[in-house]
């Protein structure tokens, strides 16, 4: 039973591409944005940027994960079995 | 054969302020078929919700064979079947996937449908469209697949909600076969609906809801 869900979850991510794609996207878009902001400051930038890595990965989980049972409640599924 | 009886007394359901019914009482045992009818709105859908245990009763209780259905001992749900107005069905997953994880999930029967797909696929006339994406069918289409269900189902109690919405006559023909089938073989069935289909069973009873009433 669990290999049917797996098998379940990952053709509803591979035929539905903006679960994956919208995530990246962000994860990037975040990424590239902080040492605009920042300034040019290298040290400083050195310093932080494993960290903001770690932070928006945990974002990025957080946005997507609604993803996993949404559409099983908004279609019924996680009603009916 | 095991028998079953279900006991509704005094249901009464709010929603916030809103009475959806009040005082609902029947009974109905194996053979049997309740249909529930009455104006959009009167709370069909909750009271078939509640009967799965999905929506809360405010008064009242609900028992299967003398088992209030909230109590944990009572595995009602291993012998219900419940199709609701939207179909349970996984938009990007094809009718063949789609009937195949249900199956899976449904522990009467030992795999019935994926050892012999097409036979089940053929009564609604569905096989044509076996490995297309649910989100491309028709309403209709989607109907007859979350229906396909009860083909495979060994399960006793089948509770619908509008199941012959979106049907072609044919369907609907096929449909209360099915019906027919079931009930003889001591199945019971919970139905709401609008077409009155009464006069092709010999033990129906009727539900007639009244409109909802809303405290402003």
């Excluded at chain 2, 789609?98 to 096989?127: A, G, H, Q, T």
């Amino acid at each position: 039973m669990n290999s049917i869900i797996f098998k379940k979850e990952i053709y509803t991510y591979f035929r539905n591409l903006n679960y994956i794609f919208l995530p990246l996207i962000f994860f990037f878009l975040v990424i590239s944005i902080f040492p605009l902001v920042i300034g040019p400051n290298k040290s400083l930038i050195a310093k932080i940027i494993p960290g903001i890595i770690w932070i928006t990965i945990i974002f990025t989980s957080l946005l997507s994960s609604s993803n996993f049972f949404k559409d099983d409640y908004n279609n019924g599924i996680s009603k009916c079995i | 054969m095991k028998n079953i009886d279900i006991l509704v007394d005094n249901a009464t359901c709010l929603r916030g302020d809103n009475l959806i019914f009040d005082n609902i009482s029947f009974n109905l045992s194996n053979g049997e078929i309740l249909f529930i009818m009455g104006p959009n709105g009167c709370g069909k859908t909750t009271l078939i919700r509640s009967l799965c245990g999905i929506q809360h009763l405010e008064n009242g209780c609900i028992k299967i064979n003398n088992v209030n259905i909230n109590n944990p001992e009572c595995n009602f749900l291993e012998n219900l079947v419940y199709i609701g107005h939207n179909d349970s069905l996984s938009e990007n997953l094809t009718i063949y996937e789609n009937l195949e994880y249900l199956n899976k999930f449904d522990l009467s029967n030992k795999d019935k449908f994926i050892s012999n797909p097409n036979k089940f696929l053929k009564f609604f006339d569905i096989s044509k469209y076996k490995n297309y994406l649910v989100s491309e069918l028709s309403q209709g289409n989607k109907k007859k697949v979350a229906l396909s269900r009860l083909l495979f189902t060994n399960k006793k109690i089948w509770v619908l909600d509008e199941p012959l919405s979106f049907l072609d006559e044919d369907s609907k023909n096929n449909l209360i076969k099915l019906f027919l089938d079931h009930i003889t073989n001591g199945g019971l069935i919970v139905t709401s609906t609008h077409i009155d289909f009464s006069n092709y069973f010999e033990k129906s009873k009727y539900l007639n809801m009244k409109g909802i009433n809303i405290n402003e």
